[in-house]
């Protein structure tokens, strides 16, 4: 059997018994490395489970599935995912390449950062179509994400805006002399995911733009390590948001829709930081 | 200290390793009752925290927060929630009314619906606004979530439809006596679903409309105990989807975008009825 567990958002105990179940009776456990990461490292999941795990990075993920896949129907495989199995693709993959193989395959969901951002008050059924905000290079500055805030905007949703990730990307460098070097770990803030979303609005103005869909004086909800301990939740314009200090990663962002219920101002109120722009910014 | 625990999509072993040691702890337990099942009864749950829980239904959590909120600083209140805690905006309000006491609260996440849906394999990240299709009776037959799924259609976006859930609603014999009596519960299945959706499809081709947001063949997705052991998928046109057979409650219903990514149509595959049918409509 292919099992593969989501491991939640925060630290080892966000797993589910059932998981750890799982866990523990497999014959090898894969931990994948590179599209998330929880707030404790590899070591302290492996004194939880009482196990060693094997780190699986993009290359063996993406082209390795011939090893991690149980190699017979004996063999029991667990492959462990931050967040929920389906959030990335290539977890989507490695199933379907287990199914063209007759392996039988389980998966165990757990929280995703897609749900957990309910913990802001802001209703869950008033999101629009997720998006995800790069990191721009000189040459590369895509801003298409944007249309699709505006499109939100409109029909009066929410867009969670998730943030670039970068876990042992090869150096440019390496990739020309075919020798593995790698860059270090980035993960994006909401600082400077605040900081590319105004670029965006600056230029739009520039070129005449009107009609924006959302300002520098827009409510903007910053959100960092979703269901930790340390959970830390801001409220505040987006001009404000890329300078308000979140701590560690991960970090999200929320653009609320222009008009928000009741009781989502009621509830976002506990993480603003200036109590009378927000009634303005909530008008 | 109050405690907000998500329960997950399927049995009392769906519960995180941190959600138990929580309730084992608790002076109180209460079990939200009325927003959403686990396929396992509250014995079975009992059985497995090894301690009673306090039935939670709406009346309760929504008139009765200082019966169930901690009465002072040294005591600990868990309040268990299949899914997402999240999910529902009466659990937001108990948590309003708990902060309002200075209350501390904590938040314990778990798999919701809105991502373990993934499980079908359409990203999601390509998910418009949810949508909720409630119970049509003679009187009232609203349509407007049609609109949400053409707006989701038009971007090229799917839509999660949520299907209703009676449970313990009163009589309307009993509102105007002022004697509690209940209906039976009652869970809409993905055929009921599909029979009020082609209602309105009929309504609108009477009344002349063109462009229709979907027709009568278009690929619809239904599941059924998603999370669980016996988990059902099929995916099938809406007309079809009229009179499969998925089994108990609960179900939901996907209407994908027009378009599919070519891995998306390939995990989809696997849940089909009728192969060509298929191909056709993913053509």
Chains 1, 2 share one sequence.
């Not at 492996?46 to 094997?54: D, H, N, P, Q, V």
Request: proline share 4%.
């Amino acid at each position: 059997m292919f099992y593969v567990i989501g491991l939640g958002l925060g630290d080892a105990k966000d797993i589910t018994v059932k998981g750890l179940e799982i866990i523990k009776k497999c014959d090898r456990v894969y931990l994948e490395s590179y599209t998330s990461i929880l707030t404790v490292q590899q070591e302290a999941l492996e004194e939880f489970y009482g196990r060693s795990l094997i780190t699986a990075d993009r290359e063996l993920v993406e082209s390795g599935a011939d090893e991690i896949l149980p190699r017979n129907e004996d063999e029991d495989v667990a492959f462990l995912v931050v967040g929920d199995p389906f959030g990335a693709t290539t977890h989507t993959d490695l199933i379907l390449r287990a199914k063209e193989r007759n392996i039988k395959v389980k998966v165990i969901h757990n929280s995703s950062i897609l749900t957990a951002v309910g913990c802001c008050g802001l209703q869950l059924y008033s999101y629009g179509e997720t998006i995800s905000i790069p990191y721009w290079t000189y040459t590369w500055q895509p801003d298409s994400f944007y249309e699709k805030i505006a499109s939100n905007r409109q029909r009066g949703l929410h867009t969670l805006c998730l943030l670039d990730i970068k876990i042992k990307e090869p150096t440019l460098e390496s990739i020309l002399k075919k020798k593995k070097e790698y860059m270090p770990s980035r993960f994006m803030s909401v600082n400077e995911a605040a900081n590319q979303l105004i670029a965006i609005l600056d230029n739009k103005i520039q070129d005449g733009h009107k009609d924006l869909a959302f300002t520098h004086q827009s409510l903007t909800v910053g959100l960092a390590r979703v269901g930790c301990e340390d959970q830390h939740i801001v409220a505040c314009s987006l001009q404000d948001m890329t300078h308000v200090d979140l701590g560690p990663p991960l970090h999200c962002l929320i653009i609320p829709a222009e008009k928000l219920h009741p009781l989502e101002i009621e509830f976002l109120t506990q993480y603003t930081l200036d109590k009378s722009q927000f009634k303005e910014m909530t008008q």
